[in-house]
């Protein structure tokens, strides 16, 4: 049985720096696709980074581009999403994901289909 647990979120100011862990239990990352999302209150869920832990492919949104980075720790089984630069509009639960795709078809998209998902972990960026 797959299981991720996220970590590290919490409150700071906008300017602030935070980072979240996915540890994965229950299957290597060594081969997966994996992604974080976010769902801000009334919000629907949107993606906002993925990699490909095959060989560390990454991708973004365009709204974290430069300020988040998502990597890997393939001896920890874990992920990690650096968030620099935060910002209020930034404020959410996050969630990780992983599915078993190929390269190529390791996006967004595909990834929000996954049946593994972790608990969530809050975010708050105060103005």
């Known amino acids: 049985q797959v299981q991720l647990v996220e970590s590290g979120g919490g409150s700071v100011e906008a300017g602030g720096s935070l980072r979240l862990s996915c540890a994965v239990s229950g299957y290597a990352v060594s081969n997966l696709c994996m992604g974080w999302f976010r769902q801000a209150p009334g919000r629907e869920r949107e993606g906002v980074a993925r990699?490909?832990?095959?060989?560390?492919?990454?991708g973004y949104r365009d709204f974290v581009k430069g300020r988040f980075t998502i990597s890997q720790d393939n001896a920890k089984n874990t992920v990690y999403l650096q968030m620099n630069s935060l910002k209020p509009e930034d404020t959410a639960i996050y969630y990780c994901a992983a599915r078993s795709l190929s390269r190529s078809n390791c996006g967004l998209v595909n990834l929000a289909a996954s049946p593994y998902w972790g608990q969530g972990t809050q975010v708050t960026v105060s103005s």
């Open positions: 990699i490909y832990t095959g060989d560390g492919d990454a």
